[in-house]
């Protein structure tokens, strides 16, 4: 069966893109009917509607929801194009209307959302008051279809390697290494040099904000034979961080997700990575004008200064030779 590109176009809707996008994303049609405040008859029935429209079946069924087959997929890379141009198109509207306020949408992955980026939009928002930021924090896989998508302008955090290739630009801005964190006056710290063996002593405080960082702060536990049964997880990184004030307990954690902390004093970290084995972070974005936008330009200059300073107080690695050789175009990160 075939069908004309006017039959298409003037039969698929809006609110279909929205069906998809809500299945896709949600994975369930009870999630999404909830998503989309219809019920799951309204919605089963929408679903309906565009596979007639389609003349083919575009999701399968399975025991813990459901989930696009080839059919499917071209039109959620469909939906999440054109919804995510319908989002960035209202942002614009609103920045135009007030007064051509600067509009940028940031992913945040978690470490950067929780050591970071607080500092650069701080020192922004003194810097240009009619700035306006929208900050979305997720995981890489939830960031990265919003991005492609148009819906965010770029994602800062933690660069991984990618599973298969996906045209969007990655930037290594620094490199974020694994560390013994505990409060500056802890007896660890004593001595004036850091015996590692002697952390074993302390409970432990290991986070678990993703499983990306779960798995790294685990590989380096072991690497160092810090492994012990006293041992205390925390998804919170500000529940973490006051443990870590308040007591004796000391954590294993990428050192950026308490950068605030360490500038002030209050909190201090012991490198357990050197700089070829710590973790790469940056900016991921698409080829294309967002990058150009004067918010975002005033943000990526405002990272790399802030990122300097980390570096000076010893949270992260900055690279001196970061430049175009660190541009990564869909191959690793």
Request: aromatic content about 4%; hydrophobic content about 45%; cysteine-free.
């Amino acid at each position: 069966m075939t069908m004309s590109s006017v039959f298409f176009e003037h039969r698929i809707k809006v609110r279909h893109l929205r069906v998809i996008e809500a299945l896709d994303r949600q994975k369930s049609l009870l999630r999404a009917s909830r998503v989309l405040n219809v019920t799951q008859p309204a919605l089963t029935r929408a679903l309906q509607e565009i596979e007639e429209i389609v003349g083919a079946p575009l999701f399968e069924r399975h025991s813990r929801g459901v989930r696009p087959n080839a059919m499917g997929e071209v039109l959620v890379q469909t939906a999440h194009v054109v919804l995510g141009q319908l989002r960035r198109a209202q942002d614009t509207f609103e920045g135009l209307l007030q007064d051509d306020a600067l509009t940028i949408t940031v992913g945040a992955l978690p470490v950067a959302a929780s050591g970071l980026l607080p500092a650069v939009l701080a020192a922004l928002y003194r810097a240009e008051p009619t700035l306006r930021v929208r900050l979305l924090h997720g995981r890489t896989d939830e960031l990265l279809p919003k991005l492609a998508g148009n819906e965010i302008d770029l994602v800062v955090g933690r660069l991984y390697p990618l599973a298969r290739y996906d045209a969007l630009i990655r930037k290594v801005l620094y490199q974020d290494p694994i560390a013994l964190v505990a409060r500056s006056d802890h007896p660890l710290f004593a001595n004036g040099q850091v015996r590692i063996a002697e952390a074993a002593a302390y409970r432990q405080v290991l986070p678990t904000l993703s499983q990306h960082v779960e798995r790294d702060v685990a590989q380096v536990t072991r690497e160092h034979r810090l492994a012990t049964r006293d041992q205390l997880r925390s998804s919170s990184a500000s529940f973490t961080r006051e443990i870590l004030l308040g007591t004796d307990s000391i954590a294993v954690m990428p050192s950026m997700m308490v950068a605030g902390d360490i500038a002030r004093g209050e909190l201090r970290a012991f490198q357990l990575q050197q700089p070829s084995q710590a973790r790469a972070g940056g900016v991921i974005y698409r080829d294309g004008s967002a990058i150009h936008k004067p918010g975002v330009r005033l943000l990526m200059r405002e990272l790399e200064h802030q990122l300097a300073v980390m570096a000076e107080q010893g949270a992260v690695w900055v690279d001196d030779q970061i430049s175009e050789d660190n541009l990564l175009l869909g191959e690793s990160a």
